[in-house]
């Protein structure tokens, strides 16, 4: 069986009888910055969640359009940003993949490859979250991990009851966890490297060290 998670991929296998709690949160990390990493960090207390697995997007259906840094630099990223907590780790199980990305399939292999005893608790932000029913086969996702969504400053709030009954009645199990107020995005801090900003406490110092060795995000 192929290695998910080289931190935790025995994860449930010491204490069959023990329930195990296990993150995903996926994304483009392009580049992975610190509100990616706090929101994780606050998913992980409020959830008492035993581990979080960034998985870096393969080929992102939503990004067609869009230039994507190469995969094997947004897990790179991921690995630097990642290396010092030891409740992250990073998959690199859709970059391997070819093809588009599509959560559906993540969430079969992770769940395939950990016993039942681990449960799947995937992480986005309170926007996505409220699209779930519009996702690929969203009865079968609904069935293959719980969802956590991120409130956000304006983003979508899961406490709305329209949006608790779009959710409820395509079956997904959804919670929600209160984000920092502050936002970042991937793209204004590649913006701000190709203009020669600073991006420091921005993203994690690793990351920009790896940045600046391959320059990454220049003209």
Not at 152 to 181: C, K, M, Y
Not at 200 to 207: D, E, G, K, T
Request: hydrophobic content about 40%; aromatic content about 8%; overall charge neutral.
């Amino acid at each position: 069986m192929p290695v998910i998670s080289e931190r935790f991929d025995d994860l449930g296998l010491d204490d069959p009888s023990k329930t195990y709690r296990l993150g995903i949160m996926g994304g483009t990390f392009d580049p992975i910055h610190m509100g990616h990493l706090v929101c994780a960090e606050q998913a992980r207390d409020a959830l008492k969640l035993d581990g979080i697995l960034f998985i870096p997007a393969g080929n992102p259906v939503f990004k067609k359009h869009q230039k994507v840094t190469d995969a094997a630099h947004r897990v790179a990223m991921c690995k630097a940003a990642t290396a010092d907590n030891p409740y992250f780790d990073v998959s690199s199980i859709e970059a391997d993949r070819a093809g588009d990305t599509y959560t559906v399939d993540t969430l079969r292999a992770m769940r395939d490859h950990f016993p039942d005893n681990v449960k799947l608790y995937f992480i986005a932000g309170a926007d996505a979250i409220a699209t779930l029913p519009q996702w690929r086969d969203a009865r079968e996702l609904s069935k293959l991990a719980s969802f956590v969504g991120l409130n956000r400053p304006r983003s979508a709030n899961l406490r709305s009851p329209s949006i608790n009954q779009s959710l409820r009645e395509a079956g997904f199990r959804t919670l929600f966890v209160e984000a920092p107020l502050f936002e970042l995005s991937s793209s204004d801090i590649r913006k701000r490297i190709l203009a020669d900003r600073s991006v420091r406490y921005l993203i994690p110092p690793a990351v920009l060290e790896y940045i600046s060795s391959i320059g990454l995000y220049g003209d």
